[in-house]
């Protein structure tokens, strides 16, 4: 008997990239092994995107070999397991402007309030230039939502 199809659909995936709280971002190091560290990241214009600091050993990693793998995922039991994997490739962005978008909007996803331009600019206008706006163009995406079994494996 053929296993049930417990993808998520177009619909759910976007749904749960959007609620999403962290995402592990792997890249490839120079020694050959994945570089693999957890980051708060936002799903904008249907891409996972995330900010790092322009010297972090990821954003050298990706300079270097645009290939990056994303995993978002939730769950404690193996009932409960959903979760997204993207596999892509980089788009790097260094522009200050989109990274005061991208600090503006994380602070509302993850401390759940608006800073005020004048606000932002004190928290953060000292770390745009520092930083570099990452999007996951995505090649190949697997799902899986094992609350779709319903109990049975």
Avoid: C
């Amino acid at each position: 008997m053929p296993r049930k199809d417990i993808t998520l659909t177009g619909s759910e995936l976007v749904e749960f990239l959007a609620a999403g709280r962290h995402v592990q971002v792997a890249t490839n190091g120079p020694d050959g092994f994945p570089h693999l560290t957890p980051l708060w990241y936002l799903f904008r214009d249907g891409r996972v995107t995330f900010r790092s600091f322009s010297r972090s050993q990821r954003i050298r990693n990706l300079r270097r070999d645009p290939r990056v793998t994303v995993l978002v995922e939730e769950g404690e039991r193996y009932a409960e397991l959903r979760g997204v994997m993207v596999q892509g490739s980089a788009t790097l962005l260094d522009d200050p402007e989109l990274i005061r978008e991208l600090y503006a909007e994380l602070t509302v996803k993850y401390e759940g309030y608006r800073l005020d331009p004048a606000a932002l600019e004190a928290r953060y206008g000292r770390y745009l230039a520092k930083n570099t706006a990452v999007v996951v163009e995505p090649e190949r995406i697997i799902s899986w939502d094992h609350t779709k079994l319903g109990g049975a494996y």
